[in-house]
């Protein structure tokens, strides 16, 4: 593993050593370490999902308006992932890009993407990304996450798969539902 501070660059085959580097990369880098970002976008390709996991993870603790431009396209990819533990850590990564530039996150398409997650086939993701939206429309004044007869059945069915956590957060998102059909 190579880590100079005035180029920095890492690039390491374990994964202990990358979460080391981006520990130091998190707490070193400044706002204008557009080689921080060249690395994660790097390594959010990277064949090993644990790698592109925690490049998802560390550019969600990025709060740089100049570097977070940089990670939407890594970020768009990444939500379309194999592996459901990535697709799970950017939603997360979403909700926390919205804190810091709300018209970024809608300009891309990332509140659109998340509410297509909802009908992810594994419940991690699908209860997370509910966690996510939900916490992203406590700060937002306008409808973000509607829950309608179809994502209703989804929910249904991922609540007996999901985790007691995930189920508290469907069941919060359920309690808000209004039904539009008096049947």
């Known amino acids: 593993m190579k880590l100079v501070s005035s180029n920095l660059s890492i690039r390491a085959k374990s994964y202990g050593r990358s979460t080391s580097a981006y520990q130091k990369l998190i707490f070193g880098s400044t706002s204008n370490d557009h080689n921080s970002s060249y690395t994660m976008i790097w390594d959010s390709q990277d064949p090993n999902p644990l790698i592109r996991d925690l490049a998802v993870r560390t550019m969600g603790c990025i709060r740089a308006d ?9 970020l ?6 194999d592996d459901p533990y990535v697709r799970k850590t950017v939603a997360i990564c979403v909700a926390k890009l919205y804190d810091i530039n709300v018209e970024l996150v809608e300009d891309k398409g990332f509140l659109n993407a998340l509410n297509d997650l909802i ?26 996450f509607e ?11 991922a609540l007996n798969k999901c985790t007691e956590w995930g189920q508290v957060f469907i069941l919060d998102s359920l309690s808000k539902y209004k039904v539009d059909d008096a049947r």
Not at 130 to 136: P, R
Not at 147 to 157: G, P, Q, R, V
């Open 119 to 144: 009908s992810d086939n594994n419940p991690m993701v699908a209860t997370n990304v509910v966690a996510d939206l939900a916490e992203i429309q406590e700060s937002s004044s306008r409808p973000i």
């Open 66 to 74: 100049k570097i977070i431009e940089y990670l939407c396209d890594p």
């Open 147 to 157: 829950i309608t007869s179809h994502t209703l059945s989804k929910f249904l069915t």
């Open 76 to 81: 768009q990819r990444c939500l379309k992932d």
